[in-house]
């Protein structure tokens, strides 16, 4: 089976979403990737170098310079003459092209995978992660977005994949670009944390959620996030949710600070290797998949802690 992946990228290099998305491809079959950009020749390079790649098409024109669905979904349609399936990570941008994908091939899109059990079976989460669906296709051609974090990255060296370059298929002119607001923040990146320090509700105010969590996050070097009852009270902007209608997280560590643990908050961090739980609640949800469990107020246990690293 030959298989394609949509690599995301800034323009200068290749996110790490994409490694995961190959892992998953190659239990598929033989991997292809999709460079689509303007100016993408450093990232095509470091695509070949990953690991298990084959082929590395490239296609390079301005109507792919910011990943607009509407044009890059034709380009990809085109591909999928010697293409079985097509793989996307399932961030923003993956999922705002898939759908389109599927409904120009008229074929179902096999969303979040968690494992690739054989050529035509996958499984993946429903009811907000709480039951896992084997689901079986009969699509010859498949269309799959993938959960990151349930596969290892594959290695960014040893591969040699051939770069190719493709026809650019135009600008479809159904869509434009008008400007991107991008939050600038020297903390690592939710969805690549090793470490997350998340504070909810209990934190009252932006500015205790700023004055407790982020100095702890700053000693740790974490990344912060944040429950959907503390961003919807306005105390950090709505990209720190982590959750079911936030980012699926999967840290060594989470910190979940003043957070109750409901299940839509757990379906976006319960794979996390450890989790450690501040709760003045000892009932409290979070403490049913907390590894390390702290009870007590988070005003006087978060500020010793972060006094003590
Ligand atoms: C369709 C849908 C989608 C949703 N998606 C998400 C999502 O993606 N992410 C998400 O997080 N939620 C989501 N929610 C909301 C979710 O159901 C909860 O309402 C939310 O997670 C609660 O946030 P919280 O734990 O911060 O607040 P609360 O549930 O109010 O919990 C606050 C906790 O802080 C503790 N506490 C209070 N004071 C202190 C103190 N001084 N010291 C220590 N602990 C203290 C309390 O004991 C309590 O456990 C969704 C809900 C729906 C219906």
Excluded: C
């Amino acid at each position: 089976m030959k298989t394609l992946v949509w690599v995301e990228h800034d323009g200068a290099s290749v996110k790490d979403a994409t490694l995961a998305v190959v892992t998953a491809a190659s239990q598929l079959g033989e991997v292809h990737l999709l460079v689509a950009g303007r100016g993408v020749d450093g990232v095509a390079a470091e695509a070949a170098k990953i690991a298990g790649v084959g082929k590395v098409h490239v296609a390079d024109d301005a109507a792919y310079a910011h990943a607009l669905a509407e044009n890059v979904a034709p380009l990809i349609v085109d591909l999928m003459g010697h293409h079985d399936a097509v793989l996307f990570p399932a961030t923003s941008n993956g999922k705002n092209i898939a759908p389109r994908v599927a409904a120009l091939l008229d074929v179902m899109q096999i969303s979040d995978i968690l494992s690739v059990e054989s050529d035509d079976t996958f499984t993946r989460p429903i009811y907000a992660g709480n039951a896992i669906a084997t689901v079986q296709t009969k699509d010859a051609k498949k269309v799959i977005t993938v959960r990151g974090t349930a596969f290892e990255k594959a290695a960014t060296t040893g591969g040699s994949g051939t770069i190719e370059k493709v026809a650019a298929t135009g600008d479809k002119g159904v869509s434009t670009y008008v400007g991107s607001e991008i939050a600038k923040s020297e903390r690592p990146e939710l969805t690549s944390a090793k470490i997350i320090v998340s504070g909810g509700r209990a934190l009252q105010n932006s500015e205790n959620f700023h004055t407790i969590i982020e100095p702890l996050a700053d000693k740790l070097g974490a990344g912060v996030g944040a429950s959907r009852a503390a961003v919807d009270a306005g105390y950090v902007p709505n990209d720190y949710q982590v959750g079911q209608t936030g980012k699926i997280v999967a840290p060594e560590v989470y910190i979940a600070i003043g957070i109750s643990g409901a299940i839509q908050h757990l379906a976006g961090m319960k794979d996390s290797k450890t989790i450690i739980a501040i709760n003045k609640d000892e009932d409290a949800p979070i403490f049913q998949v907390a590894d390390i469990g702290l009870v007590g107020d988070l005003f006087k246990i978060v500020p010793e802690l972060t006094g003590k690293l």
